[in-house]
């Protein structure tokens, strides 16, 4: 069974830096995309940062420069190093993955499949973690 577990929120005022952590266990496939997406009160939930099992890393605009994804494979664990914080970029923040099929090359279905960086192309989520940035 597949557990994505995050930690790492809390509250920091603007300009501030925050560390998310997603432990990640039972997902043991050697192919695969994790993203992190947040959630403000009242919008919808959008994609800030990916990767892929390769490495490869690619960010929505409003979070480059500021926001940096990496991953862990020895703690089975993905991050999200935030820095510069703003107060729009409160929200929830999950963590989600999903397994390549062996018929696709990583990068692809990472990144260019039609869908690859929307919510619902992602089966596995953890539970979220609040941040909260104050101006």
């Known amino acids: 069974q597949v557990q994505l577990v995050e930690s790492g929120g809390g509250s920091v005022q603007s300009g501030g830096s925050l560390r998310l952590s997603c432990a990640a266990s039972?997902?043991?496939?050697?192919?695969?995309?994790m993203g992190w997406f947040r959630q403000a009160p009242g919008k919808e939930r959008e994609g800030v940062a990916y990767?892929?099992?390769?490495?490869?890393?690619s960010y929505v605009d409003s979070v480059k420069g500021r926001f940096t994804i990496s991953q862990d494979n020895a703690k089975n664990t993905l991050y999200l190093e935030m820095n510069s914080l703003k107060a729009e970029d409160t929200a929830m923040y999950y963590c989600?993955?999903?397994?390549?099929?062996?018929?696709?090359?990583?990068?692809?279905?990472?990144?260019?499949?039609?869908?690859?960086?929307?919510?619902?192309?992602?089966?596995?989520w953890g539970q979220g973690t609040q941040v909260t940035v104050s101006s």
């Open positions: 039972g997902f043991t496939v050697s192919r695969y995309c």
């Open positions: 990767i892929d099992s390769n490495g490869s890393t």
């Open positions: 989600a993955a999903v397994q390549v099929p062996s018929y696709h090359n990583v990068g692809y279905y990472c990144f260019a499949r039609r869908g690859a960086y929307e919510y619902n192309y992602y089966n596995y």
